[in-house]
């Protein structure tokens, strides 16, 4: 009974992750070299991937997406949401009938991915990295997958976004806390927060561990983190800026002593595809603000 | 023979009430085949129809017939175990869960699919499935040697000692599973889900042919035992002088019970309470008579299996419920009747 209650908060928590976003979309409508073939239908199994897809014009080309898919706002009209990757399952895609199915290698459950291999359909899973590097690999990867090549501008607007980071002079130490209903988590090494929060000039608070632990009281007061990090919609759920306060040993912080709480959209922090210099700068602007 | 013409009726009955729900599952479904009708379109792949869409062919016969029949084989293991355990403790709270054969088979899953992750690569799909699931079943053969040995003495069960080395076991594997899929990287641990709420979603034909050969080998030695099983309710020492091999019938129990647990923990996680519901309902029928519920319990597990299974993918569509919230539901307040009814005797 307790699975089903936290199962219907992640469902509650997930579904409340999508709220329609201020309109910043990217007008992409310049030609490419290559006419993009418009009779692809894809389906896009993670934000990072659907924001590339989109971002390189083919957004109209999109059928089906997963609720990490948060972004642009506009593909919630046009594309269908599949739930979530862990607990998908194939018969909904092949409802949408895709001639493409794109997906990361994290988090998917592995019997839709033999699913998918024997359904026939062509599919790419690509292996992200929660880098610089990495995800101008999975942008170049994934304009191949749809037969565009014209994602340099992409990796440009990336690098010069970066550019705008201001160096922080005393770097602070951010804890990600990931909210899902009561269960807290905190983001270790090899996270996308834990990356983000690098590149933004801050060190991830928690390094002794790889991805997602549940938060204890006594690591909390011993990584004693300067700032204390959330998605927004996690931050809500947490019951806002009160409630993370309240959260046990946050208190005993210097992030709890001084109220230094940041909160960025989600998809904008784990996605990891063409935003990511507007997600570092964003943070970083945060970083500078709640550091002086 | 009126017995046995009336068991032909009940079967030939239940078996067309369960080919019915077989089409209304192929019927059911969010992938719409162009208009066309499910049937026709299997129809269509059986003449070997160079015509049909691929992604037709592949929902039709590797998503939705996989599946129906995975749930068909896999509702019907779980209810005779349920009903030859509750034979052989001659006990009506006696199932899998219960006694803690399927917490065992989880574990030993578990630990094959950790190991067994080392070289998994270099092994053939149908070896894959056959060390978790022999892992499975020497896990549930375990589990019930050690509940019979605690619980069962000169032939007499002691129900409480029974229930409480199951409640034991259960907690130990459990505990050793939960520390298992904390450590693991391995994405098909990881899914607590499926060990603890069962799921039909990963049905494939391959599975399909091994759990059909464990049903037919189970089947021959377990489905003929009805008067066995009868003569036993009397008691070892009257069964032994009706002619019966007390003492083999046990073993066959023991060792096909836990093979038939093993192999459908292994495959589909641990869907509760078939095996208690399935013999309960029809005991309010035919009393305890094996002869009739045995058999019977075959087709009926198939059934509600079956039933649950198409509800838990159309009830939230296009996502789906984890089956065991279906199964617990119904089974938990038929636990609870047991109880109740037999308040005096146990």
Redesign the interface.
């Known amino acids: 009974m307790k699975k089903l209650i936290l199962a219907a908060s992640i469902l509650m928590a997930v579904y409340s992750c999508k709220k329609a976003e201020g309109a910043k979309t990217e007008n992409t409508t310049e030609t490419s070299s290559e006419a993009p073939k418009s009779n692809n239908k894809i389906v896009t199994l993670s934000g990072g991937i659907t924001e590339i897809v989109s971002a390189l014009g083919h957004e109209k080309e999109i059928v089906g997406t997963d609720v990490t898919s948060t972004y642009p706002a506009t593909l919630k009209a046009t594309a269908k949401d599949l739930g979530h990757v862990r607990s998908m399952t194939i018969e909904p895609i092949m409802a949408v009938s895709p001639t493409l199915i794109l997906a990361s290698d994290k988090d998917i459950n592995p019997d839709l991915l033999g699913k998918i291999k024997s359904s026939g359909i062509q599919a790419e899973v690509f292996k992200q990295e929660y880098t610089i590097e990495g995800t101008k690999k999975l942008i170049a990867d994934v304009a191949k997958a749809i037969g565009n090549t014209d994602y340099q501008k992409l990796n440009d607007k990336i690098d010069a976004d970066l550019k705008q980071i201001q160096p922080i002079a005393k770097k602070p130490k951010v804890l990600f806390i990931y909210a899902r209903g009561n269960m807290l988590m905190v983001s270790g090494k090899n996270t996308p927060m834990a990356s983000l929060i690098g590149l933004a000039g801050g060190e991830n608070a928690v390094n002794d561990f790889e991805d997602f632990k549940p938060l204890t009281p006594e690591a909390v007061v011993k990584a004693n983190p300067d700032i204390l990090f959330f998605f927004e919609t996690g931050l809500q759920g947490a019951g806002g800026n009160e409630g993370a306060l309240k959260m046990p040993g946050v208190a005993q912080t210097n992030a709890g002593k001084n109220k230094k709480i940041i909160a960025m959209d989600g998809g904008l922090v784990s996605g990891f595809g063409p935003r990511l210099g507007e997600a570092a700068v964003e943070l970083n602007k945060l970083l500078i603000e709640n550091t002086k | 023979m009126r017995t046995q013409s009336k068991l032909y009726f009940y079967l030939i009955v239940s078996a067309l009430l369960l080919v019915i729900l077989a089409v209304v599952a192929l019927y059911t479904?969010?992938?719409?085949f162009n208009g066309a009708s499910p049937f026709s379109v299997l129809g269509q792949l059986i003449k070997g129809d160079p015509g049909l869409a691929?992604?037709d062919k592949?929902?039709i016969w590797?998503?939705?017939a996989a599946r129906i029949i995975m749930a068909i084989l896999i509702g019907s293991m779980l209810a005779v175990s349920g009903t030859s355990l509750q034979g052989l403790f001659k006990n009506p709270l006696a199932t899998g869960e219960a006694i803690g054969l399927t917490s065992g088979a989880t574990l030993l899953a578990a630990i094959a699919i950790v190991l067994g992750g080392h070289f998994k690569q270099y092994l053939p799909e149908v070896v894959q499935f056959s060390l978790v699931g022999i892992s499975a079943f020497l896990g549930a053969l375990l589990a019930m040697m050690l509940v019979y040995r605690i619980s069962t003495s000169a032939g007499k069960t002691n129900v409480v000692m029974m229930l409480l080395s199951g409640v034991a076991i259960t907690s130990i594997g459990f505990s050793i599973t939960g520390f298992l899929i904390y450590i693991s990287k391995d994405?098909?641990l990881r899914?607590l889900?499926f060990w603890?709420?069962g799921s039909l979603?990963?049905a494939?034909w391959t599975k399909n042919i091994v759990l059909t050969v464990v049903l037919i080998i189970s089947y021959i030695v377990l489905l003929p035992k009805g008067k066995a099983l009868n003569a036993m309710m009397l008691g070892e020492k009257d069964a032994e002088h009706l002619g019966i091999n007390v003492e083999k019938l046990k073993k066959q129990i023991v060792i096909i019970t836990s093979l038939m647990v093993g192999t459908c923990v292994a495959f589909s996680g641990t869907i509760g309470f078939i095996g208690l519901i399935v013999p309960y309902i029809l005991r309010l029928l035919f009393k305890s008579n094996y002869v009739f519920i045995l058999p019977l319990s075959a087709v009926l597990g198939s059934i509600l299996l079956l039933t649950a299974d198409t509800i838990s993918?159309s009830i939230v569509?296009?996502?789906?419920l984890p089956i065991g919230?279906l199964t617990s539901l119904i089974g938990g307040p038929v636990f609870i009747a047991i109880l109740i009814k037999f308040k005096k005797s146990l």
């Not at chain 2, 479904?29 to 719409?32: C, L, N, P």
């Not at chain 2, 569509?317 to 789906?320: I, L, N, V």
């Open positions: 479904g969010v992938y719409d691929l992604n592949y929902v590797d998503v939705r994405e098909q899914d889900t603890n709420m979603a990963a494939t993918r569509a296009p996502s789906e919230i």
